[in-house]
Each structure stands twice: as C-alpha cells, then as structure tokens.
C-alpha cells in the first residue's frame, strides 16, 4: 500500500514556473514507477511525465522541453518542475504510483496559469 499526497500547487502567471511535490508512504517508494497526469475541466486525464525504478523518464508532447520530473527516493518524494507555464497547463495535477498490478493515486493539486 502506498499514500501519496501532492503539494506546490497554486496560481501562477503565464511564463512563470512551479516546482509541485509527491510526498509517498507506506511501501518501497523505490521500486515504483512514478508518475505525474492531468485532468482540466471537461477534458480526459492525461499523461504528463514519469520516471522508473531505474530513473527511466518520458513526458507529454506538451510538456517536453518545459518540465522536468525526478525523484528522490531517500525522502519518498517525487517532483515536478515546471518552467514556461502557459494558460493550457491549467489543470489538476495528480501523483501515481504503479508498480505490476498495484496502481496509487493522490488526490491531486490544482494548478492555475492566468494573468
């Protein structure tokens, strides 16, 4: 069993960055493929970035190039960095956790880039 809770995020202005945090704990945060998704109003969840056990990463095509996922596992904690923010990236973001069949959600933090 993992738990996951994310913070860091909030409103922020186009061109502008936020570092968002995945805090895990419960079971071998390590060996889990974490991920980040996204989910706007009216619109399917969507893929943002992970990174694997073995510090394997892949992004969105939306994303590549403006953020950028890592992990620590001595603190249970992964991260997102978000730089060059724009409107589009409003969204709820959520932390995942997978690993075989086993599959953990957070209950997400809100993102908002507006002027």
Known sequence: QVQLVESGGGLVQP???LR????ASGSIFSMYTVG????APGK???LVAT???GGGRNYGDSVKG???ISRDNAKNTAYLQMNSLKPED??????NAQRGVYNYWGPGT?????S
């Open 44 to 46: 399917r969840r969507e």
């Open 90 to 95: 409003t969204a709820v973001y959520y932390c």
């Open 110 to 114: 809100q993102v908002t880039v507006s």
């Open 51 to 53: 990174v694997t056990s």
């Open 36 to 39: 980040w998704y996204r989910q």
């Open 15 to 17: 061109g502008g960055s």
């Open 20 to 23: 968002l945090s995945c805090a």
């Open 66 to 68: 403006r953020f950028t």
